[in-house]
């Protein structure tokens, strides 16, 4: 077993084992302190295949579990949604003494994070995430929200997790462009600070997947423990995010998060090179691993509709908005830029 520590505000564990999902109760217990009531999120699609098993493993170490299933997709990580969950847990009367746990990917961790954070002002939640980019992102961390019409996340709150286990067998039923998704946030971190990482990926990402997983996370771990509430360091995390939020919201959701990120990482870096600051083979060198894992690195949207889609995103301050910009693979950089500039900007990463 991989065993990860997070030292934020709250300290939690990482835990990353094929077949987890079979010791749930017993991490869930010694992370808890005591059984007690869990309400357990989970989706349409993750429910049948792994919602018993956890349930049964929850029951026989004393926990008193009460599901909630949700329709699978980025249209539930709502403001509606986030109310149903809230009316049911208080209709169920789940206290301060119990907790929420998520089962599923990032829509699921998200939605049940945020319902955490400001049920009762904040009760204990666990992630079990079952999506590869859950894993080694958004399960990690402690960032919680839901979307708004305007935007994605733009309604949330810091709020850690009390433990997170990782079984790398549920990435097994994922299908390939679900799969593909996580690989896009898997080579953003090797982008950022880790050349060496990068080198490693071309060794193929599901080959080596618990090592791939382990990487990521403490590379992560490591932002948090340094910028938990995203001030400074943390925000390169968002490398492709920008652009990548705006191309969700001009799909209007239909292009996935992982590909939209894809995208917005090919546009910042041929950006970088126009402008002379990136080399031209690290970007040739960003497209073959993104392809190779099954990704696309164009966009039909034109660069003042994803400029316009980008006004709302959270790392815009005033008339300025910082962007994450690769300075080579393993070397990016926050690069505020003002906001008139930035169709500018984006017409430059989309003309190489």
Request: one cysteine or more.
């Amino acid at each position: 077993m991989k065993r990860i520590k997070v030292n934020a505000s709250c300290a939690y564990n990482i835990l990353i084992e094929n077949n987890l999902l079979d010791s749930v109760g017993k991490y869930c217990r010694e992370a808890l302190g005591s059984p007690c009531r869990l309400c357990v999120v989970t989706d349409d699609n993750v429910s049948p295949l792994y919602l018993s098993r956890v349930t049964d493993s929850l029951s026989a170490h004393g926990f008193d579990t009460i599901p909630f299933v949700i329709p699978h997709g980025e249209a539930s990580k709502s403001t509606e949604t986030l109310v149903s969950l809230l009316e049911f847990m208080a209709e169920h009367r789940i206290t301060r003494s119990d907790a929420v746990v998520a089962l599923g990917g990032g829509v699921v961790g998200d939605l049940s994070g945020f319902a955490s954070a400001v049920y009762l002002r904040g009760i204990s939640f666990i992630q079990i995430p079952t999506t590869l980019l859950a894993a080694v992102d958004s399960s990690v961390g402690g960032k919680t929200a839901v979307d708004l019409r305007a935007g994605k996340n733009l309604a949330g709150a810091f709020h850690q997790p009390a433990l997170v286990l990782c079984d790398p067998l549920t990435l097994d039923t994922l299908t390939s462009e679900i799969f593909s998704d996580g690989c896009a946030e898997v080579i953003k971190y090797a982008v950022i600070n880790d050349r060496e990482f990068f080198e490693f990926l071309k060794g193929g990402i599901r080959e080596n997947i618990e090592e791939v997983i382990a990487r990521c996370v403490e590379n992560k771990a490591r932002v948090v423990e340094g910028d938990e509430f995203d001030r400074g360091s943390r925000q390169l995390l968002n490398l492709g995010h920008t652009v990548g939020h705006a191309i969700e919201l001009c799909s209007h959701l239909s292009i996935s998060h992982g590909s939209a990120v894809a995208m917005g990482m090919v546009i910042v870096m041929r950006a970088a090179v126009s402008l002379g600051i990136c080399p031209e083979k690290d970007l040739s060198m960003l497209l073959d691993m993104l392809r190779a894992e099954g990704l696309p690195t164009d966009c039909s949207f034109t660069s003042k509709e994803l400029a316009d889609a980008a006004l709302t995103d959270k790392k815009r301050m005033g008339d300025t908005i910082s962007l994450v910009v690769p300075f080579g693979i393993g070397d990016s950089r926050l690069y505020p830029i003002p906001v008139e500039d930035l169709v500018d900007f984006m017409e430059k990463g989309m003309s190489i």
